[in-house]
């Protein structure tokens, strides 16, 4: 079982591009959520998806959006980029009331 | 919303001794309580949770305790080694184990002295 994956690892972006970020959950599970760690801090939630739909959001903006395949995979995706918004993003799954297990994460740089 | 905190934010143990760290939560309505360890480079490692019916859990050298009617829970290391050095987080949800959103506390980044 490969677990979570995520991809990429790592990127390099310039303020104001758009980027799109890639996770396949862990076998069997089928639920995708999104978390976005800034370097000294917890993870902060962005939001989750279920079914294919967006099923809760934290408070992050308009720019941030998603999607969930039907087998499952999600996309981040990030628009007009800004130098805040450099952090580890990291992907979670789980399967209804189970644990969640989270992938190894993007590291995001924008300059 | 859920606010979590967590203390200490470091910790340096001698190895063999115990390790404890902290978190309070505000949302009555949280019942699940995980605890996460990461490592550098890696993603969040769950290392061991509890529901909001039971007060304490234990899995080897590790143990959780939860007081619900003051709103924290802590981990307890036993017999740390070395390997446990790492950034541990603490998190708190409504909705059982992974369908709701996590509110994760700051991190603790605990030591290991040989």
């Known amino acids: 079982d490969a677990g979570v994956t995520q991809s990429p690892t790592h990127l390099i972006k310039t303020r104001g591009q758009q980027v799109t970020l890639r996770c396949s959950p862990k076998s069997g599970h089928d639920t995708v959520s999104w978390y976005q760690q800034a370097l000294g801090q917890g993870p902060q939630f962005i939001f989750q998806?279920?079914?294919?739909?967006?099923?809760q959001r934290g408070n992050f903006p308009d720019r941030f959006s998603g999607h969930q395949f039907p087998n499952y995979s999600s996309e981040l995706n990030v628009n007009a980029l800004l130098l805040g918004d450099s952090a580890l993003y990291l992907c979670?799954?789980?399967?209804?009331?189970?644990?969640?297990?989270f992938g190894q994460g993007t590291r995001l740089t924008v300059v | 919303g859920e606010n979590v905190e967590q203390h200490p934010s470091t910790l340096s143990v001698q190895e063999g001794d115990s390790a404890v760290i902290k978190c309070t939560y505000s949302?009555?309505?949280?019942?699940?309580f995980p605890w996460y360890k990461q490592e550098l480079g890696k993603g969040p490692q769950l290392i061991i949770d509890i529901r909001s019916n039971v007060g304490e859990k234990k899995d080897q050298r590790i143990a959780v305790t939860l007081n619900k009617t003051a709103k924290h829970f802590s981990l307890h290391i036993t017999e740390t080694q070395p390997e446990d050095s790492a950034v541990y987080f603490c998190a708190a949800s409504r909705g059982g184990f992974g369908n709701e959103k996590l509110t994760f506390g700051t991190g603790t980044r605990l030591t290991i002295i040989p």
């Open positions: 949302d009555s309505a949280s019942n699940y």
């Open positions: 979670a799954s789980s399967y209804h009331n189970t644990e969640a297990f």
């Open positions: 998806y279920y079914e294919e739909e967006e099923r």
